[in-house]
């Protein structure tokens, strides 16, 4: 028989460094960074800087987190965003509309992550296999219609989509990531379909018999990591001007998923927050700026973040274990 | 040769203080084949786990063929020739069955590879012995489920077993295969003088084929004694039942006699292949119908049946008036029916969910204000009333709700039924893993549901608890209604007889008015 002692509702040392560790570990980084190269770190252009690299992939970050608590995973969202970019450019060059464009990735990103979500639950397939096709099938078919090459615009109304600066300083790019983690913060938190995600995410039988459609809800987290995908696809083909069909988008999928965990979403799904994930989108870019300005190789950077994505999930297994 | 191939003598065990079993004495002759029996809980599991050397007893004293061990350990009474078979079947699918046969040992040729050829010999010398043909080289898999069991038992035999321990191994068995099973039995007992101990909730069986018989009762020995008519016995099937039973007197009452109102659910000739056959009945409003039978005679099937968890093959439901046939367990709720599943932890714990939150993944849309945003002062006044009606003991409601006791978890994950005001409740299992106390409170709890008009269906293998709640219960057997009973004749022995496949005369049908313990 278990009988744990009801434990009250004070804020124990132990429960403030469990949900607010990433948090420490951020400043704690600022700190140090600014310790050793000053204000050269510690500047608003700096900063800009750092959000604006990991803004694209830490978008798809919060549409991955969703997915991930859910209990399934993306592995195709580089090349479906590559994808959805190059179909909207390509709207855009004919049509002379940015709106157009947007629409465009909207609904050809969601529908795409719709069929993503369909295969998994109705097909009774995982996730990681279906999207690892998804990622060839998506590649591929751009490769081959781009004849391996890109696709560009020269639409100014577009550009200024990613690149204009809101009061002179603030890229619209840094703007629409805060915008997503707040837009997925409050969906997670605050809506009905966000607390069926982290309850099929723990225990799909019991969820299903509380008289939940869990195969809507795995398809719904889906359809929202599309609509992120969306977003970031117009913000990178919108910022570049072009895509390439090649070298665009690659790594993202991992790169989301580092940022996810390293935030505390864990694999086996039902745990995570978007808070933390932004959290570790900053981590993500922290690392690499910090290396660089301290004079690191390039070439190391990504050993660093290796090692930061196997420390993050052995703290916070550490600290559920106890 | 020693008179006894198995001697334990006054066998102590306790788990917690609590005793489990109290100076067993169990003894089994070589050649015997000796059914153990008793009801759930009795004891017979840890008994027979001590023999096996897996849980070790307090005090007592285990010979095997006249050689009196000191220390038991899996490998110990392994090698003493002790096999235990369980119930799920500890078989390889994927392997052969000769590599199955000497799994872990396999046999080596001089080059150290494996050699084939000395292993489907030897298997296939020891088929013949046991007069079976069983191709040593088939895919586990393709073979019929008794032809699995035949696997295990020749592994015990390869392993010189003098002593094999069956644990209920017919009941996913259908009547040819445990025919076959029991000739195997017989045969080995007879011809090689192995003993055979039978545990097994199928009196039918037992009656039939074994030669002697151990009953166990809250770990007890409560009666031993043959079976075969040719050494004078007089015991049938239904002395065994009323043995497991005993004489014990219900405790607190909690059955409050009430007026029932229209019937709410009529089912129709239900049909689930392979689990349920042929089923009808029909719920009154406030009524509880308590539907028992043994492990894996379709009560489980039947009620997720109904609630729209696995498909129905046919039959009809028909819910308040309405003909209602749920695909899904979301159409069950919207049909008004709510569903409390059995295996807390695997099919109704919601493990990184709060304790409010738990109470409230049912009628989450009725937490939310006008703008589809989730209001936490309504999802705390549905926890509120929840803990309230069923005087759950919660501290915080943002704790986990792996932080309370198995009865308190139980008690989460009825009440949250109660938000959507169900017309019929389907409980299976209400009060497993659940303590005593906790238990009365929760039938306390299915009571008062039932004076407001739910209708409640419960299912349960405990004859007692059904008794000591239901106003009738239906008893199934091998997927079928094999009887159905009124308050009046709920006792344990009309259950147990009943759900060992036997049958109620007219005048051996046994009522509550003169039983004199109810």
Not at chain 1, 68 to 92: C, E
Not at chain 1, 119 to 142: A, D, E, H, M
Not at chain 2, 161 to 177: R, Y
């Amino acid at each position: 028989m278990q009988s744990k002692q009801l434990s009250t509702n004070r804020m124990t040392p132990k429960k403030f460094l469990d949900q607010y560790s990433i948090m420490l570990i951020t400043v704690l980084m600022i700190v140090i960074a600014t310790i050793l190269q000053g204000t050269t770190f510690l500047s608003l252009s700096n900063f800009v800087n750092i959000v604006r690299n990991n803004s694209v992939v830490g978008i798809i970050a919060f549409g991955m987190s969703l997915v991930i608590i859910s209990g399934n995973i993306d592995l195709s969202v580089g090349a479906q965003m590559v994808l959805v970019a190059s179909l909207t450019l390509d709207v855009v060059n004919r049509t002379g509309s940015a709106f157009l464009g947007v629409l465009t990735a909207f609904a050809f990103s969601c529908t795409l992550s719709l069929i993503t979500g369909l295969i998994v639950t109705k097909g009774r397939v995982p996730s990681f296999i279906v999207t690892l096709g998804l990622q060839y099938i998506y590649r591929s078919i751009l490769i081959y219609t781009l004849n391996g090459g890109g696709i560009t615009t020269r639409n100014e109304s577009y550009a200024m989509i990613s690149s204009y600066n809101l009061f002179g300083w603030l890229p619209l790019q840094i703007v629409y990531f805060f915008v997503m983690a707040a837009v997925f913060f409050f969906l997670s938190k605050y809506t009905v379909l966000g607390r069926h995600i982290y309850a099929v995410g723990s225990n799909e039988k019991a969820t299903r018999l509380s008289g939940i459609k869990t195969d809507r809800i795995k398809i719904l987290a889906f359809i929202l990591l599309g609509a992120a995908i969306a977003v970031a696809a117009v913000a990178e083909s919108s910022r570049m001007g072009s895509i390439n069909s090649t070298s665009s988008g690659t790594g993202y999928e991992l790169n989301a998923i580092a940022m996810a965990v390293i935030g505390g979403v864990a694999m086996e799904g039902g745990k995570g927050k978007i808070t933390n994930t932004m959290f570790g989108a900053f981590i993500f870019g922290l690392i690499n700026n910090i290396l660089t300005l301290v004079g690191v190789n390039t070439r190391l950077v990504n050993a660093f973040k290796g090692a930061i994505i196997i420390i993050a999930v052995l703290l916070q297994r550490k600290s559920r274990e106890r | 040769m020693a008179e006894y191939a198995l001697k334990m003598s006054k066998i102590i065990k306790t788990y917690g203080g609590i005793p489990v079993l109290k100076e067993v004495d169990f003894a089994v002759k070589p050649g015997e084949i000796h059914a153990l029996v008793g009801e759930n809980g009795a004891g017979k599991t840890t008994l027979m786990n001590i023999l096996g050397g897996v849980v070790l007893m307090d005090s007592g004293e285990v010979e095997v063929l006249g050689e009196k061990l000191s220390h038991l350990s899996p490998g110990i009474m392994q090698e003493k020739g002790v096999a235990f078979i369980h119930q799920e079947l500890n078989v390889v699918n994927d392997l052969t069955v000769y590599e199955n046969l000497f799994l872990g040992r396999e046999l080596r040729t001089r080059l150290g590879t494996v050699d084939v050829k000395a292993m489907c010999r030897e298997a296939e010398r020891v088929f013949s012995g046991m007069q079976v043909d069983v191709d040593p080289k088939a895919l586990v898999e393709s073979l019929e489920t008794s032809t699995k069991q035949i696997v295990e038992i020749a592994r015990s035999l390869l392993l010189n077993a003098k002593i094999i321990i069956m644990d209920e191994p017919t009941t996913s068995l259908n009547q040819n295969e445990i025919d076959q099973v029991f000739s195997l039995m017989t045969n080995l007992a007879r011809d090689h003088g192995v003993s055979i101990i039978f545990i097994s909730h199928k009196l039918g069986e037992v009656v039939q084929f074994c030669d002697h018989y151990t009953v166990l009762r809250n770990g007890e020995k409560v009666s031993e004694g043959p079976l075969r008519p040719e050494d004078g016995t007089q015991v049938d099937q239904a002395d065994i039942a009323r043995m497991m039973v005993g004489q014990d007197v219900l405790s607190v009452e909690v059955y409050v006699a009430r007026r029932l109102g229209e019937a709410v659910l009529d089912v129709n000739g239900l049909h689930i292949n392979g689990h349920v056959r042929d089923v009808s009945f029909s719920l009154r409003g406030g009524e509880v119908l308590g539907i028992t039978g043994l492990l894996g005679d379709g009560k489980e099937h039947l009620v997720r049946g109904l609630f729209g968890d696995i498909p129905i093959d046919s039959g009809s439901i028909v819910l308040n008036g309405k003909p209602c046939s749920p695909r899904h367990p979301a159409q069950g709720k919207g049909a008004g029916l709510g569903f409390l599943p059995s295996n807390r932890k695997e099919n109704a714990i919601i493990k990184d969910l709060s304790i409010q939150s738990n109470i409230t993944i049912v009628s989450l849309e009725d937490c939310c204000t006008a703008g589809h945003v989730l209001s936490g002062k309504l999802e705390r006044g549905m926890a509120d009333k929840a803990k309230q009606d069923f005087s759950i003991k919660i501290a915080d409601f943002g704790n986990a709700i792996t932080s309370l006791s198995g009865g308190n978890q139980q008690k989460v994950v009825l009440s949250k039924w109660l938000s959507m005001s169900p017309s019929v409740l389907l409980l299976s299992n209400p009060t497993q893993g659940v303590d005593v106390g906790a238990k009365n409170e929760i039938y306390a709890q299915i009571m008062k549901l039932a004076e407001q008009g739910v209708g409640v269906i419960i299912t349960s293998g405990e004859a007692k608890e059904i008794i000591k709640i239901c106003d009738r219960a239906l008893v199934m057997y091998h997927g079928s209604v094999r009887g159905e009973l009124d308050r009046d004749e709920l006792t344990e022995e009309n259950i147990m007889i009943l759900s060992t496949g036997g049958e109620l005369g007219k005048n051996d049908r046994s009522t509550a008015v003169c039983n004199p313990n109810s």
